[in-house]
């Protein structure tokens, strides 16, 4: 198929897209991903409106799979090979589903006070076990200079 088809076409598809219901449906879930516009409005710092238009453009993502179509195999670069060969065995992992970097700033952030948590977590520990030793030892300095003061008392 000629590339200028292929554009008029997907220009169609678009316009349809555009006008349909499917489009009330990409204002709530990235299309590519398919995570809520909820989940990236609570984690990610630019908002949904910012990952479908940069991150996730489904327009992108199309054009790249035109772009694959009408490039010559033999000079493919080393990420469209791969797309390729993975279309070729029909294997859509390359997809993002369920995946977003944006989100994943979110994830590091939750990681990160979890560490911190697990370090004050651990430093209390110490202390706790710090402050045994020390009861145990005043406790061990009480019986000696209670046992002390039996044996100098007189009978
Ligand atoms: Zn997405």
Known sequence: MPFSVLFLTLSV????????SIQQDMNSTC???SISSVEFQRIA?????????????????????????TKDRTEYTGPESYV????????????????ALCL???????NERLEK???VAQMLLQKVNGM????????????RSRSNS????PM
């Open 132 to 143: 045994e030793e020390h009861i145990e030892k005043l406790t061990e300095l009480q019986s």
């Open 117 to 119: 948590l697990e370090e």
């Open 84 to 99: 390729s060969e993975c279309l070729k065995e029909s294997n859509y992992s390359f997809f993002p589903v369920n995946r």
């Open 45 to 69: 710092k630019k908002g949904f409106e910012d990952h479908v238009k940069y991150d996730h453009n489904i327009w992108q993502y199309l054009f790249f799979l035109v772009h694959l179509k």
């Open 13 to 20: 598809i678009y316009a349809m897209v555009k006008r349909s």
């Open 150 to 153: 039996l044996m100098l008392s």
């Open 31 to 33: 299309f590519i991903c």
């Open 104 to 110: 994943r700033q979110g994830e590091s952030d939750e």
